[in-house]
């Protein structure tokens, strides 16, 4: 088992990356930030200020980065020294099923809370592994959050292909987002070149303002506005109930 060591003085941050590793199941030690690691080559985590006064295999992160950034961290711990194509497949939804292949070896897989998530991880990784030819693969179910998905790649300037998911779910629970990703991350697609204009229809944002009102006991019923980020990915429905005022507690 790997062990990698805390070494800030960040106490919330050391917290959320104890919890975050032990999660990744890391064996993990506790150094005081000026103490010298065990092993000079050991990776270790800390604020972005103490990994670059310290150098060494150090992960900088933020307490409110800690999940996503070391999911990535782990998903690339053995990325090759140099890449050629790394493909990431989506299982498009609300909580979309990401998958990294990095010259056809599988780096990873998880489920993230939404599609700004999902961007953020795809950003992260291609600045981190840099490699030569990026390809993104989207499932062609969830339309809003499939094209959503679609138009950003295209517009980061990446190959998107569009890839049929009756092929990928065959044997797998409608929840397994993660491995579905996985499935079509590995399938030839149709390539996608230019981006899609996909408006929400007024009855589809009236079923997610209905929807509101059920999540928040009748309390309160969201905006049409954001009844259309909720189609879009942009927020999560929980989200915009938030920021119209709704307290679940």
Wanted: hydrophobic content about 40%.
């Amino acid at each position: 088992m790997l062990r990698v060591y805390v070494r800030t003085e960040d106490f919330r941050l050391a917290h959320r990356l104890l919890k975050a590793l032990e999660h990744q199941r890391m064996a993990v030690g506790m150094l005081a930030v000026d103490e010298a690691l065990p092993e000079p080559n050991a990776w270790w985590f800390g604020t972005p200020d103490e990994v670059a006064q310290r150098g060494g295999n150090g992960v900088g992160v933020l307490p409110e980065d800690v999940e996503s950034h070391v999911s990535l961290w782990a998903m690339t711990l053995h990325r090759p020294s140099t890449l050629n194509r790394l493909v990431f497949g989506f299982d498009p939804g609300p909580r979309p099923g990401c998958a990294m292949v990095a010259d056809g070896v599988l780096l990873g897989q998880r489920t993230v809370n939404n599609l700004p998530e999902a961007l953020d991880l795809m950003a992260k990784a291609v600045g981190w592994l840099n490699p030569v030819d990026v390809l993104v693969r989207v499932g062609h179910g969830s339309p809003m959050h499939r094209d959503f998905l679609i138009n950003e790649a295209i517009a980061a300037g990446y190959h998107v292909e569009e890839v049929n998911e009756y092929r990928t779910s065959a044997g797998s629970s409608r929840h397994a987002h993660g491995p579905s990703a996985v499935k079509i991350a590995m399938l030839v697609g149709k390539p996608v070149h230019e981006q899609r204009q996909h408006a929400p229809s007024a009855g589809e944002l009236r079923n997610l303002q209905r929807i509101s009102r059920q999540r928040s006991k009748g309390r309160l019923t969201i905006s049409l506005e954001a009844a259309r980020e909720v189609s879009e990915g942009r927020l999560t429905l929980d989200e915009a109930l938030k920021h119209a005022g709704y307290d679940s507690s």
